[in-house]
């Protein structure tokens, strides 16, 4: 079970911003897409970018990813 002190991943901020630079990509791509849905999925890309971006700022400022080692039992 998970408690307050656990650490969280240790390459979860790594990860957060590599998906968000991804998603990032395809949103440009969904932009400059012919098709006709393009400009929606590309907002849809972009806010799943956006919401990554935002979980890596938030797990930098996080206390645990100090590296923190914990212990597990």
Same mark, same amino acid.
């Given at each position: 079970m998970l408690t307050p002190g656990a650490a969280f991943a240790k390459y979860s901020k790594i990860l957060c911003w590599g998906v968000s630079f991804?998603? @990032? @990509?395809?949103a440009l791509l969904s932009f400059t897409s012919e098709t006709d849905n393009g400009m929606?999925?590309?907002? @849809?890309?972009?806010a799943g !970018?956006? *919401?990554? !971006?935002?979980? *890596?700022?938030?797990?930098?400022?996080s206390p645990q990813s100090e590296g923190d080692t914990g212990s597990s039992e």
């Open positions: 991804i998603l @990032l @990509l395809l929606i999925v590309g907002f @849809l890309w972009l !970018a956006f *919401a990554f !971006a935002i979980s *890596a700022i938030y797990l930098s400022k």
